[in-house]
């Protein structure tokens, strides 16, 4: 196994997953008090304990980690920031949407990351010990229901509905 180009994926995800983390909080504390900001709670801390994760899957892998690329990372996600969103100075229904899709895609890359660990876990006793599996299903759950709060949030965007309030679980609309 080439654990230095190994290194450098971890890396570059590592640094995906600090910039989604720092994307969801905003988002959470953008939208409390509806069903984003409600399911964004319980996301931003499944985003914690999967940075954890791996972080220790790097420690086995004996993987540095690169400073470098988390600080542009955390650079892009601030500039990320200063797109235009049809409002001047405030949030918008287009942001949250936005987000939302972002925060898809992010949840799509991570699952392959764990898909990968997964498949060189067969051969490589260091990665024996994690459990790639319950991380690949939860991966594929959040990205479920950030799925369709995107949905939901390009209704709101797009033609005035209203988002849920109050509720952890997205209520379905039947657009798809």
Known sequence: MNVKLLGIYLNDHLAGSNAGYELARRAERENQ????????????????????????????????????????????????????????????????????????????????????????????????????????ARSQAQHQTLDLLRLQAADTAFVKATLPAGSSTPVETGAR
């Open 33 to 136: 008090g509806n069903a984003v900001g409600h399911y964004l709670a319980t996301f931003v801390k499944e985003l914690e304990q999967e940075r954890a994760v791996l972080e220790q899957v790097m420690r086995s892998l004996e993987v540095s980690r690169n400073d470098l690329k988390q600080g542009l990372a955390w650079v892009m996600e601030r500039l990320g920031r200063l797109k235009l969103n049809g409002y001047l100075a405030s949030y918008s229904p287009l942001s949250r949407m936005m987000e939302l899709e972002a925060l898809c895609v992010a949840v799509k890359g991570k699952r392959c990351l764990w898909t990968l660990l997964e498949r060189l876990a067969r051969t490589e006793p260091r990665l024996a010990g994690f459990d790639f599996g319950a991380l690949i």
